[in-house]
């Protein structure tokens, strides 16, 4: 078997993302034929560097959710004689069945740079967008009453929020996760105390919609509770006995550091916020008409300030993307093993000066991931100016 011409890399690499290419042709022609009554989304299309932000996210989405029908090789497989290959070499001895080249060849370790980079993207995209939701929801439920209802419940939380951001954020992340850190069990700790907002938050939202409609309040509630607080058991205390819920020490950790380095950040953008929009007519009208507090903030302000929170939720899990990827080139990321971006380039600094292919892959995916993230909040804050 002969080694492959760039032209050939080239032609056989986007052919392996077919899966990818037909999800995101769907996705397109879909939307744009439903676009006027798709809100904000739909609006995106009249934005052009918003729709090429889209386009990449959603290639690395489709790329993460096809990844076993993309990769070429097991991630993690060392084939002997491979080791440090440039891109297009033919496999020495391939097994019966096998694909018979490294497409964009193999590392320190003899692993195939492609399929890591594709599995990597799975890694990257289970965790960023779940943690940053999980720090929106920390964030809102704070940012909301403080905002809100001021005086000192706000003095207090927007204190504990300045604290946490007077830390560099870099710094703060890297100490959260050392090994020193995880032995005291403060991240168990901050899981315990995160991960109770996102049932508390639905909770609250339900009783408030509904409180005059008490059967669909009571079957809405009781399912957010049975459910979360399921999940709760299993993601804080590994302790769902089906195992449904249940996340790796490591990943814990990452995902537990995440949440808390950004849940701050989305406090300070929500109180902000809430503070400018209480004081508009239709929140008055609201009192007036006897809302209560958090009727008023879940169901007149939340919506209203949905296009910032957007953009940033955007912005955020690029963000989010370099941490990780930060974190991995430090060797804290999820396992030493991992595919994930940041270990795959740390793998391959090493011997940049020889053999660039095995960093630069993973380098130019993340970055093109953390592009489009950027370019899709640029489209959305400029159709949500139009509002």
């Known amino acids: 078997m002969e080694?492959?011409?760039?032209?050939?890399?080239?032609?056989?690499?986007?052919?392996?993302?077919?899966?990818?290419?037909?999800?995101?042709?769907?996705t397109f022609l879909i939307s744009h034929r439903?676009?006027?009554?798709?809100?904000?989304?739909?609006?995106?299309?009249?934005?052009?560097?918003?729709?090429?932000?889209?386009?990449?996210?959603?290639?690395?989405?489709?790329?993460?959710?096809?990844?076993?029908?993309?990769i070429t090789h097991d991630p993690l497989s060392q084939l002997s004689g491979m080791k440090n290959k440039l891109p297009g070499t033919a496999l020495t001895?391939?097994?019966e069945g096998a694909y018979p080249w490294y497409l964009f060849g193999g590392d320190h370790l003899a692993r195939d740079v492609f399929s890591r980079m594709v599995m990597g993207a799975r890694r990257v995209l289970q965790i960023a967008p779940a943690a940053t939701l999980f720090a929106f929801m920390v964030g809102i439920s704070l940012g909301l009453p403080a905002g809100y209802f001021g005086g000192k419940l706000d003095t207090l939380l927007s204190f504990v929020a300045n604290l946490v951001l007077a830390f560099p954020v870099i710094l703060l992340f890297y100490l959260l996760v050392t090994p020193e850190m995880v032995q005291?069990?403060?991240?168990?700790?901050?899981?315990?105390?995160?991960?109770?907002?996102?049932?508390?938050f639905l909770t609250v939202l339900w009783n408030s919609r509904y409180f005059m409609v008490p059967a669909r309040r009571n079957l809405y509630v009781g399912v957010t509770l049975v459910i979360g607080l399921w999940a709760y058991s299993g993601l804080a205390f590994n302790a769902d006995p089906t195992g449904i819920w249940s996340m790796d020490p490591n990943l814990?950790?990452?995902?537990?550091?995440?949440?808390?380095?950004?849940?701050?950040?989305v406090f300070r953008i929500v109180r902000g916020m809430v503070m400018d929009i209480k004081a508009r007519d239709y929140v008055a009208a609201g009192q007036t008409r006897g809302e209560g507090p958090w009727y008023i903030m879940l169901w007149e302000i939340l919506p209203n300030a949905r296009g910032p929170l957007i953009v940033d939720f955007c912005l955020r899990i690029g963000y989010t993307t370099i941490l990780l990827g930060t974190l991995g080139f430090f060797g804290l990321g999820v396992s030493p093993e991992s595919p994930d971006w940041g270990s795959t380039i740390d793998d391959g600094r090493r011997l940049l000066?020889?053999?660039?292919?095995?960093?630069?892959?993973?380098?130019?995916?993340?970055?093109?991931?953390?592009?489009?993230?950027?370019?899709?909040?640029?489209?959305?804050?400029?159709?949500?100016l139009k509002d």
Do not use: C, Q
């Open 184 to 200: 005291t069990g403060i991240p168990i700790y901050l899981a315990a105390f995160l991960f109770i907002f996102p049932i508390l």
């Open 34 to 70: 439903f676009r006027r009554r798709l809100g904000l989304y739909g609006k995106l299309f009249d934005s052009p560097v918003g729709m090429a932000g889209f386009a990449i996210v959603m290639f690395w989405v489709f790329t993460a959710f096809f990844a076993d029908m993309i």
């Open 353 to 384: 000066n020889i053999f660039p292919h095995p960093a630069l892959v993973p380098a130019l995916a993340l970055m093109s991931l953390v592009l489009g993230l950027n370019l899709l909040a640029d489209g959305l804050r400029e159709e949500s």
């Open 252 to 265: 814990l950790n990452v995902f537990v550091s995440v949440v808390f380095v950004n849940s701050p950040g």
């Open 93 to 95: 001895n391939p097994a």
């Open 3 to 26: 080694d492959l011409s760039w032209g050939m890399i080239i032609v056989k690499g986007l052919g392996r993302f077919w899966p990818v290419w037909l999800a995101l042709a769907a």
